[in-house]
């Protein structure tokens, strides 16, 4: 029991909906991290596509709450880039 606290004491979920998507780890996510790494702060996605462009794989990774959603794509398996709407009321 106490490794499942540890796995998800960093996880900070909405304590009304118990939702990942908000601003505070959508800010943890930074360019670089593996598609694991954005997996484990804001779950899995509500939709992922990847394309294979002949020299990388891009895989964008598309959460949504209504909406609110924020959009991360990355080039193999590295964050490249990052875009949403959280920040907005």
Request: positive net charge.
């Amino acid at each position: 029991m106490p490794s499942l606290v540890a796995l998800t004491a960093g996880c900070n979920r909405n304590a009304l909906t118990g939702s990942k998507l908000n601003l505070n780890n959508y800010n943890q996510v930074t360019t670089g991290m593996s598609k694991m790494q954005v997996e484990r702060i804001m779950g899995l996605p509500t939709t992922s596509e990847t394309k294979d462009m002949l020299i990388f794989k891009k895989t964008s990774y598309r959460y949504e709450e209504g909406p609110r959603f924020p959009l991360f794509t990355f080039k193999n398996d590295e964050l490249d880039t990052k875009e949403g709407n959280l920040a907005t009321p």
